[in-house]
């Protein structure tokens, strides 16, 4: 796979980890903060079963969390260091 292929890779595995903690910190912060203000959204059940898989994917272990460094140091040559 090209260079910049894999960087491309690690960029885009990147992404998604922000995103997946972006969705736990405000799902956390928004649920009880939106129960309490009365905001419907936030009781809809394809939001909570969402944020309820995706902080079981995330305390399953860290699987994935080096995913981005490893593709990385291969593209630039470091092996596995």
Same mark, same amino acid.
């Given at each position: 796979?090209?260079? $910049?292929?894999? /960087?491309?890779? =690690?960029? #885009?595995? /990147?992404?998604? +980890? *922000? =995103? %997946?903690?972006?969705?736990? *910190?405000?799902?956390?912060?928004?649920?009880?903060? $939106? $129960?309490?203000?009365? @905001? !419907? @959204?936030? &009781? *809809?059940? @394809? @939001?909570?079963?969402? +944020?309820?898989? %995706? /902080? =079981?994917?995330? #305390? !399953? $272990?860290?699987?994935? %969390?080096?995913?981005?460094?490893?593709?990385? !140091? &291969? #593209?630039?040559?470091?092996?596995?260091?």
């Amino acid at each position: 796979m090209p260079q $910049g292929t894999q /960087l491309a890779l =690690a960029d #885009a595995v /990147l992404a998604v +980890h *922000v =995103a %997946v903690i972006l969705l736990n *910190v405000v799902g956390m912060a928004a649920i009880p903060v $939106g $129960g309490w203000c009365g @905001w !419907r @959204w936030v &009781r *809809v059940p @394809w @939001w909570r079963a969402l +944020h309820i898989a %995706v /902080l =079981a994917l995330v #305390a !399953r $272990g860290p699987g994935s %969390v080096s995913l981005d460094g490893l593709i990385r !140091r &291969r #593209a630039l040559g470091r092996g596995l260091q």
